[in-house]
């Protein structure tokens, strides 16, 4: 009963085995290619919106100020933004947009929103200078254009398959978010002091501003490697963020009767500028890591595939003279425990094989954890949007109702808004 | 103030947006042509899974009688598998692995581990002709084998960026996984049958295929259309489904020390064979809606690139002949709850960039919606590792585990398996 055709199909069988197990480790070094000019993208993202937050907090006090304070700093900044920005256009003009293993269709998309906001940027320049735009519209227009640059890095980290990687495009992504909600504290706060009073709905917006920073900065400093997260402890012990811890405090304990010393305005500013900027340094600590993994991994990875091949190559001279080709038997476990040996200690096909499932299976996992903090955004953006739609409520008036179901029952955010998703999924029928 | 050299840089903004949509949608079509071939090769791989089922089903009967039932059939089906096999290696050998849009390394490890395990065929073969192998041996390598194969469908739906497609995907992937539970549930009842007992450990094991296979069947019948879930319902309202749940009474009221007539062993092995034939051809009938959603998708995606560029080219003329070109104004909202438009329809390059960001909301919600269940799935599995590792028990142990901490607590599996990982990451010190 022992079956001829498939027996000799054997030799070809592991050809074919050696032929994907080298198509796998190619594959693996065009996908750390796409992280690398992921990686530079997201570099040249950070440095636009670093000076777009600049700019929106020199025009505020500009605006507020009725031009009569930093008029000449944001002419400069100005300056400092296009220059940047004609990097990023630069940057972004290389892009090969044929080639088959570019961008995924939403991060292009993504630059198109952006670039389509920034087409804006002059006008609202003009009616800064001609005081025709109120601070709050002015503040508006540019956290929309942060929003989109934000978009692109999301984009960025959601697509990455390497969990180190993914854990530093996460890290990235939670600092760059929360330095953002940084600069809309910022701009708020400058509203306000200027103004010499904040109302209820002022506070209570700063405060979700301030949350939002505490949730993102917490996010980043877990999932972040020890001398990144050194580096941000330093800030938070700065003495920018002890200025800015008590000028909170004024903020929050502000009636609408009693008028602040408008002078309180430049402290703020220069306090939470200050605090910014280091995050910035931060920032760009992280960029650098990125970078180098990622040339690392590459490395790392165009090694294997040489000995993978040398290795493939040996086996086969070795199984043509010597002694038949190794063959699979039935009883072994690709799922044993044992450690993740190196591929050059193999000397047979089984081997190899099982050294790359091991792999798989320890990757994913690692990635799977990388990715927690995305997912758990996507479910709680989700959650926002379902309250959104059925209460007819604002962004911010659905993300405090979940805020306070989870404080009441004394459950996590991400609990509260799997459970909103459930029941929608349950009551809304399945488009299909 | 204003400033000259951005100014001069508008039009150029214009024609670089205009770029990156088309690019968006480039890369749209790029990532279906790759989804089709992904369908095709999932296509390959339930053909190859069904006949392999069907191989270790009568071999384990071959086996059980001591090679007096099923001689033939075992022949025939063993001509049937090689067949079916061949087609799929000229499938897998006709891939071009040096494109760079082609399959992600994932994908083509799992192919090689399952080639490699498909070495062992004859020897294994070979085996249970001289009645060399036990028969939970026998079924424990065909299992691994359909391991292999099923975790290649899981890859290839977890890469799905289309939401229909993912959802699609999804139902087939666990249609496909409770079929091979009930292949399962068919081969250790049979060995069960043919002893003529079952031991406590047997009835358990089988039980929690039964639950397996309930678990899966029902996501299938969630996720997907309602012709699909009809023809899942005319599966559980047949002949076969009303004589399986009769055999399951008799199996778990079976003492040991009471014998069944060992001629159920033939009833069960056609009642099971007949349920999961009934399955196989629901199967096709997804293979077949996931065939036609995929290349009509790539159809309307081209019309749209053709039309997209015509309306940008009519654009381009217009705001160069007639009138200034339309630009962005500062105070639009990207994220309104409009309906999605036509681009055909679209008149401004604004309307263009605004229908694009809606799309990308309203499919990565969708997305999130349709991957779910492999999100859930993965949390289990990853919750059932960290059991098994922690404590050292065996998969089926780790899962009771969850399961009764699920029906102690009144929890959904995966509530509970969401906490063990979280309770996991927060006492294991990150990987740094």
Not at 233 to 250: G, K
Not at 325 to 334: D, E, H, K, L, N
Not at 355 to 376: C, F, G, H, P, Y
Request: with cysteine.
């Amino acid at each position: 009963m022992f079956n001829q055709s498939l027996t000799t199909n054997m030799f070809d069988l592991a050809t074919t085995t050696e032929h994907f197990l080298i198509a796998a480790k190619k594959a693996e070094i065009r996908s750390l290619d796409y992280l690398l000019s992921s990686c530079q993208l997201v570099q040249s993202t950070t440095e636009l919106i670093h000076e777009l937050q600049k700019e929106r907090g020199l025009s505020n006090s500009f605006l507020v100020s009725s031009g009569e304070r930093f008029a000449s700093e944001l002419q400069a900044e100005r300056t400092q933004t296009d220059a940047v920005l004609a990097g990023f256009l630069q940057h972004i003009r290389a892009l090969d947009i044929e080639r088959s293993d570019s961008f995924s269709s939403n991060v292009y998309s993504r630059i198109a929103s952006s670039l389509h906001l920034l087409e804006a940027l002059p006008a609202i320049r003009d009616k800064v200078d001609r005081f025709e735009v109120q601070v709050d519209a002015n503040t508006d227009y540019y956290s929309r254009l942060m929003e989109s640059y934000l978009a692109i890095i999301f984009e960025t980290a959601d697509l990455s398959t390497d969990p180190d990687i993914t854990r530093l495009l996460v890290a990235l992504f939670n600092l760059v978010q929360g330095k953002e909600y940084a600069g809309l504290e910022r701009a708020w706060g400058l509203i306000g002091f200027t103004a010499g009073h904040f109302s209820t709905l002022e506070q209570e917006r700063i405060q979700t501003f301030q949350e939002h920073q505490a949730r993102c900065f917490g996010i980043f400093a877990d999932v972040s490697s020890v001398k990144l997260a050194k580096a941000w402890r330093e800030v938070e012990c700065s003495n920018a963020t002890q200025e800015l811890v008590r000028l909170r405090v004024l903020i929050e304990r502000a009636l609408l009767k009693e008028a602040l010393p408008s002078s309180m305005s430049e402290v703020w500013f220069a306090t939470t500028t200050a605090r910014i900027d280091a995050t910035r340094q931060v920032e760009i600590l992280v960029m650098e890591e990125l970078l180098s993994v990622c040339c690392e991994k590459q490395r790392l990875a165009q090694q294997e595939l040489q000995r993978h091949m040398g290795c493939l190559q040996s086996l086969s001279l070795h199984s043509e003279t010597l002694s038949p080709r190794p063959s699979a038997t039935f009883s072994f476990s690709i799922e044993s425990e044992q450690d993740i040996s190196n591929f050059a200690k193999a000397t047979t096909l089984y081997e190899l094989v099982n050294n790359q499932a091991k792999r798989i299976k320890a990757v994913s996992d690692e990635l799977a954890k990388a990715k927690r903090t995305l997912e758990e955004r996507k479910v709680i953006e989700r959650a926002k949007g379902v309250i959104m739609v059925s209460q007819k409520v604002s962004e911010e008036v659905a993300y405090q109702q979940l805020r306070k179901a989870a404080m009441n029952k004394s459950k996590r955010l991400i609990d509260i808004a799997e459970n909103v998703i459930s029941v929608y999924d349950m009551v809304s029928a399945p488009s299909k």
